[in-house]
């Protein structure tokens, strides 16, 4: 038998306040690869993940390593960083505090647990910020904390939703370095929404392009093509073009920059 894939999605369509809002998607993710999963505002995208998390109701068939995603007991085996992550910043909680909450049941032994906050601030560059105020980080810092929370518990999987809402431009790249490095060393598998298609070139092994419907899945080079792109975005897809390529002069665009600048035949 094939090894179980991570995630196996099969006929998955989710009506939610009597509005068909997915239909028939199917696809699956290999242990260890990294999904990005693109789509305009209101394709779906955030549904897709929370009928995963068993946050919505569905239809069709959820397998997260080879068992049905409702019955995995999915903490513990599943980390989730919500598109909205909203609190009061005035409220005097430390991060290792908010980590601490995330470990919950796991990891009685007090040591262990603080070995293990140590360990995951570690990993995402946070390790001298245990005992800062989360109220007093910057964006980019809240975002690596967020990270590590969903880290926490060890999953195999990981999904992002938006994660950069919000975070500059610099701060986008070493996102996206950080968590290759993790999947990489942790063997995770990824699965990320994002709002820009220009990282997709550069950090995807799968891409899901979705529109209600499955538009395209597959390999970045097989579906960012132009046909699939207007299908999922309409037509004026152009506008989509990563604003380095029409704004830095020539010299100045970076390997990066002329990475993403190539997609769509710029
Ligand atoms: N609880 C709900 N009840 C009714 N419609 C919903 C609900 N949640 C989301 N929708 C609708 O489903 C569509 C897809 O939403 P969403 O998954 O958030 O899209 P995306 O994340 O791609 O922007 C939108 O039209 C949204 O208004
Ligand atoms: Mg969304």
Redo the contacts with the bound molecule.
């Keep these: 038998m094939d090894a179980p894939k991570a995630l196996d999605i099969n006929d998955l369509s989710v009506t939610?306040?009597g509005?068909r809002?997915l239909q028939n998607i199917t696809f699956s993710v290999d242990v260890g690869d990294f999904l990005i999963i693109i789509?305009p505002?209101?394709?779906?995208?955030?549904?897709l993940i929370k009928a995963v998390l068993g946050l919505v109701p569905s239809s069709g068939k959820i397998s997260i390593f080879g068992k049905p995603a409702n019955r995995v007991g999915l903490k513990g085996m599943v980390g989730y960083v919500p598109q909205k992550f909203e609190f009061d910043r005035t409220f005097p909680i430390t991060v290792s505090e908010v980590l601490d909450i995330a470990l919950g049941k796991e990891l009685r032994e007090p040591l262990k647990r603080k070995q293990r906050i140590g360990s995951v601030l570690g990993q995402v560059g946070m390790a001298d910020y245990a005992h800062k105020k989360i109220g007093t980080l910057s964006g980019g810092q809240i975002q690596r904390v967020l990270i590590a929370r969903a880290i926490a518990n060890q999953p195999k999987i990981v999904f992002f939703d938006e994660p950069l809402a919000g975070v500059d431009i610099k701060g986008e790249k070493s996102f996206y370095e950080l968590i290759r490095n993790l999947k990489e060393a942790q063997k995770l598998t990824v699965a990320l929404?994002s709002h820009d298609v220009t990282v997709v070139n550069l950090y995807a092994d799968k891409v899901a392009a979705l529109n209600r419907i499955m538009v395209a899945f597959g390999s970045p080079k097989d579906v960012l093509i132009t046909q699939n792109m207007e299908k999922a975005y309409g037509q004026g897809f152009g506008i989509f073009k990563h604003k380095e390529c029409l704004e830095k002069p020539q010299e100045e665009l970076t390997q990066q920059d002329i990475e993403r600048c190539k997609l769509f035949g710029e």
């Design positions: 939610l306040g509005k809002i789509g505002n209101g394709s779906g995208k955030t549904t929404i």
